[in-house]
């Protein structure tokens, strides 16, 4: 097989700043979300820029959140920039998901100063049609109902697109009508001498233990549906949605892995996309990121600014604890409700302003490494939320913080273990509370990024069932 390749480009979340995009209003719902907001165009053109220039591939498949929240100026504006990369010879397969039509979750609005002004919604129903000629028309096979669809990219690979939208409220996974039509299309696909591997929105994996805890972190009935998918000789699924860099493994009773490879926001950091590459013998996935893109960064590099829009969204809440009561309450059930907390979150707070991780060791009677001892615990805690999107987690065994961490843990022992005898008969992943917490900071596999994954090819049965 000659060698092929495409690009994923994931939750680009577009937003049509001609709806409004300036002054309070705008400031307030954009200091909460980790992903840009009126920056949307402008990345999205300096990535798009990217891909066009690689002319060697000519295959994007976005696997949903296409724009903010439903607007329909959003999607018109978005399917002009599709079509202006599709004039440059790439072929385009998209995915639409629960942020691309009106639903509880849902209110398209622009920002004008202090107001959020209603702006026309996309109904679901419309979403095939206007996104027909990026990949619904090129379709071989179409589950209707779902907005599913096959398409046969190259000869010999197949793309199964599958929605995942559920009932738009609480269930986010395939119904059994669309999983009997996708496990027909495995196995037409390699009957016919196709390899196929599919996208959908929700990982279908959790791709950190953390993210077991998360209902939106993963399918609704994603252990059900991995076996099923696996079994059927699926491999390898690439997903969105949790806007974090992960490649997760799960392996069925029969023996049979398949890979959920989730791929981060195109405008949230990282601002992530992937490029797999697939040969006669593997499938090597490579990772890209934002560069540069035409805004006012206020003087900060293009990476320094993703990761400034991360930060502020959870120091904004520290902040809060010691400056704001008030706003950190609304967050969390209203001032009223919690008022007799004020002075125990103040203090917390306060403390989280100046304790550092060298006072920490002095606290529990640990030496910390001298190249991280002045660092601030509330600096280090949120870089440890932002690594476990960003990927590739760096805090390995032999690293100064990795040892840190370790420490505290063991002088925490006594008090860990009550916790794990209770948390641990509820669920085993809570037995080693310990190693739990080191899983989070450290990722020994480092494959987040870049990895390499067998390929199989399949031999035609017999006259073409497809």
């Known amino acids: 097989m000659k060698n092929f390749s495409l690009y994923i480009v994931t939750d680009p979340h577009y937003f049509e700043n001609k709806l409004g995009a300036s002054g309070p209003a705008y400031e307030r719902r954009s200091r909460t979300d980790q992903k840009c907001i009126a920056e949307t165009g402008a990345i999205i053109d300096a990535g798009f820029h990217k891909i066009a220039a690689d002319k060697e591939t000519n295959v994007v498949v976005l696997p949903g959140d296409l724009v903010y929240r439903a607007e329909k100026a959003s999607h018109l504006g978005f399917i002009e920039k599709l079509r202006a990369l599709q004039n440059q010879g790439k072929k385009i397969y998209v995915l639409t998901a629960r942020h691309d039509y009106c639903n509880d979750g849902n209110t398209p609005c622009g920002f004008v100063g202090e107001e959020e002004i209603p702006a026309e919604g996309t109904r679901r129903d419309e979403l095939r049609g206007l996104y027909y000629d990026f990949g619904f028309k090129q379709a071989i096979s179409e589950h209707l109902p779902t907005?599913?669809?096959?398409?046969?990219?190259?000869?010999?690979?197949?793309?199964?697109?599958?929605?995942?939208?559920?009932?738009?409220?609480?269930?986010?996974?395939?119904?059994?009508?669309?999983?009997?039509?996708?496990?027909?299309?495995?196995?037409?696909?390699?009957?016919?001498?196709?390899?196929?591997?599919?996208?959908?929105?929700?990982?279908?994996?959790?791709?950190?233990?953390?993210?077991?805890?998360?209902?939106?972190?993963?399918?609704?009935?994603?252990?059900?549906?991995?076996?099923?998918?696996?079994?059927?000789?699926?491999?390898?699924?690439?997903?969105?949605?949790?806007?974090?860099?992960?490649?997760?493994?799960?392996?069925?009773?029969?023996?049979?892995?398949?890979?959920?490879?989730?791929?981060?926001?195109?405008?949230?950091?990282?601002?992530?996309?992937?490029?797999?590459?697939?040969?006669?013998?593997?499938i090597h996935i490579e990772s890209f990121t934002i560069e540069d893109f035409d805004w006012d960064k206020q003087g900060k590099t293009a990476a320094e600014y993703f990761t400034w829009r991360f930060d502020r969204m959870i120091t904004d809440i520290i902040d809060a604890m010691a400056y704001d009561f008030a706003f950190f309450t609304r967050l969390f059930g209203g001032p009223e409700k919690n008022k007799k907390l004020k002075i125990p979150v103040t203090l917390v707070g306060k403390i989280l302003q100046k304790l550092t991780l060298g006072g920490v060791g002095r606290l529990f009677w640990f030496r910390v490494d001298p190249s991280i001892k002045d660092r601030l615990l509330k600096d280090t805690a949120v870089e440890f939320v932002r690594n476990i999107f960003v990927g590739n987690e760096p805090y390995v065994p032999g690293t100064p913080m990795y040892a840190a961490v370790d420490t505290l843990l063991r002088r925490l022992h006594p008090v860990l273990r009550i916790a794990e005898k209770k948390l641990g008969a509820k669920d085993p992943m809570f037995a080693d509370l310990r190693g739990f917490v080191l899983s989070l900071i450290g990722d020994e596999n480092q494959l987040d990024y870049e990895a390499t994954l067998p390929f199989k090819s399949y031999q035609k049965q017999g006259g073409d069932p497809a």
């Not at 669309?178 to 027909?184: G, K, S, V």
């Not at 690439?238 to 069925?252: A, E, K, N």
């Not at 959920?260 to 593997?282: E, I, L, N, Q, W």
């Open 147 to 282: 907005l599913s669809y096959v398409v046969q990219l190259t000869d010999g690979i197949r793309l199964l697109v599958l929605n995942c939208d559920g009932d738009s409220k609480d269930f986010k996974g395939f119904y059994d009508d669309q999983m009997a039509w996708a496990l027909e299309q495995i196995r037409l696909a390699h009957e016919s001498g196709n390899y196929i591997f599919a996208t959908t929105h929700y990982p279908l994996l959790p791709g950190s233990p953390v993210m077991r805890l998360i209902g939106d972190a993963k399918l609704t009935d994603w252990e059900k549906r991995a076996n099923e998918l696996a079994d059927a000789g699926l491999d390898l699924i690439f997903t969105g949605h949790m806007h974090m860099q992960s490649l997760t493994q799960y392996t069925t009773q029969n023996g049979n892995t398949i890979t959920d490879v989730c791929t981060g926001s195109f405008v949230g950091c990282p601002c992530a996309y992937r490029k797999v590459t697939f040969s006669d013998t593997d």
